[in-house]
């Protein structure tokens, strides 16, 4: 019986995935990087809406969706949970 399973990994950089949203997450650049490009533009203009309604006071209460957001895909990428827009893990390293 065998029970080799191959495993094909993205050619983005888990690494490179890690920093995009640990220092840009809320702007969606991580997702947009890994080719989940309709989550991280979503991101983007959640948190570009909430920079111009910050006045309105619904401005707060969407970056904080952002945010939280963007804390679950720093958590799902340091557990390697997300994947790339094809379902493959990152590869490790740069």
């Known amino acids: 019986?065998?029970?080799n399973i191959q495993v094909y990994y993205s050619n983005k950089s888990k690494l490179v995935a890690l920093l995009l949203c640990f220092f840009l997450g809320t702007l969606g650049l991580h997702r947009i990087y890994i080719g989940r490009k309709q989550g991280g533009l979503l991101m983007l203009a959640l948190t570009v809406v909430g920079w111009i309604t910050a006045g309105l006071g619904i401005g707060g209460a969407l970056?904080?969706?952002v945010g939280i957001w963007a804390l679950v895909d720093l958590i799902?990428?340091?557990i390697g949970k997300l994947t790339d827009d094809?379902?493959?893990p990152l590869k490790f390293g740069a």
């Open 76 to 78: 799902a990428l340091c």
């Open 63 to 65: 970056t904080l969706i």
């Open 1 to 3: 019986m065998n029970n």
């Open 86 to 88: 094809q379902g493959r």
